[in-house]
């Protein structure tokens, strides 16, 4: 019998992880269901939005690309006779799921001319079907779904990332950081922080490294987590401490690998794998992070009465609620489809 790569509490714990990375996401939009609403934010309600949804969640999507590469280099060695199945394996899971989903929110688009947040027909017709449907020049329709398209990107170039990782791995790291830091972005075909972190998980997995070797060192991360974050968003809201604007996107990238460091090994402390509520969750958050978007904008254009222009109480709450509630309906929706039309939602989810 051959020895499980992974031990069943690391197992649990990244299942669980990327659960409450999924609920990250949703969070970080639900800010755009107050700024649906309102022409500006309440004083406190910004900074806090700004720290929260703008930095500490901000760290999800990084975390997710670097436990992604990890998990792919755990298994897979650069064997270009795998190289065919493990394509269609994630063309199947990743890929054929951002078709469907843009593809029906474009079709919806023309029928109904319109998605509240999202756009309409001039857009459509601006950007054009297969541009939206691909996020060719931009993003795709349903926005948050570019982690979907970018994530196959870099599971079809492992072999390459692979070799770079057994040669000169510093060095491609270095490159990727500098692409991700330095270069324009409309000059990125793809987001290359992604790739530094899916890169760095894949160092991580070749390297059979410790995961928690930085645990004794976690209250220092977490002082420099904060301190950059306090650095950067200083900046944003206008009020820069010491440091000037230029300073606005190094500050920001470094605190979310400050971030990335600092959420893993809190995880572990606080021992996420164990968590009921997330690992229920977890089966189902795809389809919930699959939908979130529409849902969310359908929420805010229907609820925009609740939130008040010059409160932070009520933004801040009306944030959460509008998470909640955006959570709550997308799961419900993905039970009952899994319940009427088991193979709709296997395909919709790309067999999870």
Same mark, same amino acid.
């Given at each position: 019998m051959s020895t499980p790569l992974i031990d069943a509490p690391t197992s649990r714990r990244l299942t669980a992880l990327r659960?409450?990375?999924?609920? %990250?996401?949703?969070?970080?939009?639900?800010?755009?269901?107050?700024?649906?609403? +309102?022409?500006a934010e309440a004083?406190?309600?910004?900074?806090?939005?700004?720290?929260? %949804?703008?930095?500490?969640?901000?760290?999800?999507?990084?975390?997710?690309?670097?436990?992604?590469?990890y998990l792919l280099f755990l298994r897979y060695d650069g064997n270009l006779a795998e190289y065919p199945r493990l394509a269609l394996k994630r063309f199947r899971s990743i890929f054929l799921?951002?078709? /469907?989903?843009?593809?029906?929110?474009?079709?919806y688009l023309m029928i109904a001319g319109g998605i509240p947040g999202i756009g309409g027909t001039t857009f459509l017709h601006e950007r054009g079907v297969f541009s939206l449907l691909l996020?060719?020049?931009?993003?795709?329709?349903?926005?948050?779904?570019?982690?979907?398209?970018?994530l196959f990107v870099f599971f079809l170039l492992a072999p390459a990332f692979g070799f770079v990782l057994r040669r000169a791995p510093y060095a491609g790291l270095c490159a990727l950081w500098l692409c991700w830091n330095f270069m324009e972005?409309?000059?990125?075909?793809?987001?290359?922080?992604?790739?530094?972190?899916? %890169?760095?998980?894949?160092?991580?997995?070749?390297?059979?490294?410790?995961?928690?070797?930085?645990?004794?060192? /976690?209250?220092?991360? %977490?002082?420099?987590?904060?301190?950059?974050?306090?650095?950067?968003?200083? +900046?944003?809201?206008?009020?820069?401490?010491?440091?000037?604007?230029?300073?606005?996107?190094?500050?920001w990238r470094l605190s979310i690998l400050a971030g990335v460091v600092a959420v893993w090994q809190l995880s572990g402390l606080v021992r996420l794998g164990e968590s009921r509520?997330?690992?229920?969750?977890?089966?189902?958050?795809?389809?919930?992070?699959?939908?979130?978007?529409?849902? /969310?904008?359908y929420l805010a254009n229907w609820t925009g009465a609740l939130v008040s222009a010059g409160s932070s109480p009520s933004q801040l709450g009306y944030a959460?609620? /509008?998470?909640?509630a955006t959570v709550a309906i997308t799961y419900a929706m993905g039970w009952v489809l899994r319940r009427i039309a088991p193979p709709v939602y296997s395909v919709l989810t790309g067999g999870r």
């Amino acid at each position: 019998m051959s020895t499980p790569l992974i031990d069943a509490p690391t197992s649990r714990r990244l299942t669980a992880l990327r659960a409450l990375l999924m609920l %990250c996401v949703v969070g970080i939009h639900s800010e755009k269901g107050v700024l649906f609403n +309102i022409a500006a934010e309440a004083p406190l309600a910004q900074v806090l939005f700004n720290v929260v %949804c703008r930095h500490m969640f901000q760290t999800a999507v990084p975390l997710y690309f670097a436990m992604s590469g990890y998990l792919l280099f755990l298994r897979y060695d650069g064997n270009l006779a795998e190289y065919p199945r493990l394509a269609l394996k994630r063309f199947r899971s990743i890929f054929l799921p951002f078709l /469907l989903v843009n593809g029906f929110w474009i079709a919806y688009l023309m029928i109904a001319g319109g998605i509240p947040g999202i756009g309409g027909t001039t857009f459509l017709h601006e950007r054009g079907v297969f541009s939206l449907l691909l996020g060719l020049n931009g993003l795709p329709l349903i926005y948050p779904l570019w982690f979907l398209r970018d994530l196959f990107v870099f599971f079809l170039l492992a072999p390459a990332f692979g070799f770079v990782l057994r040669r000169a791995p510093y060095a491609g790291l270095c490159a990727l950081w500098l692409c991700w830091n330095f270069m324009e972005l409309k000059a990125m075909p793809v987001d290359y922080g992604g790739a530094f972190f899916f %890169c760095l998980g894949g160092l991580l997995a070749l390297r059979r490294a410790d995961l928690d070797a930085w645990s004794r060192a /976690l209250w220092p991360i %977490c002082l420099v987590w904060a301190a950059l974050i306090a650095a950067s968003a200083s +900046i944003q809201l206008g009020s820069p401490l010491i440091l000037d604007v230029q300073w606005l996107f190094p500050m920001w990238r470094l605190s979310i690998l400050a971030g990335v460091v600092a959420v893993w090994q809190l995880s572990g402390l606080v021992r996420l794998g164990e968590s009921r509520m997330l690992l229920k969750l977890a089966p189902s958050i795809f389809f919930v992070y699959l939908l979130h978007e529409p849902v /969310l904008s359908y929420l805010a254009n229907w609820t925009g009465a609740l939130v008040s222009a010059g409160s932070s109480p009520s933004q801040l709450g009306y944030a959460l609620l /509008l998470a909640s509630a955006t959570v709550a309906i997308t799961y419900a929706m993905g039970w009952v489809l899994r319940r009427i039309a088991p193979p709709v939602y296997s395909v919709l989810t790309g067999g999870r």
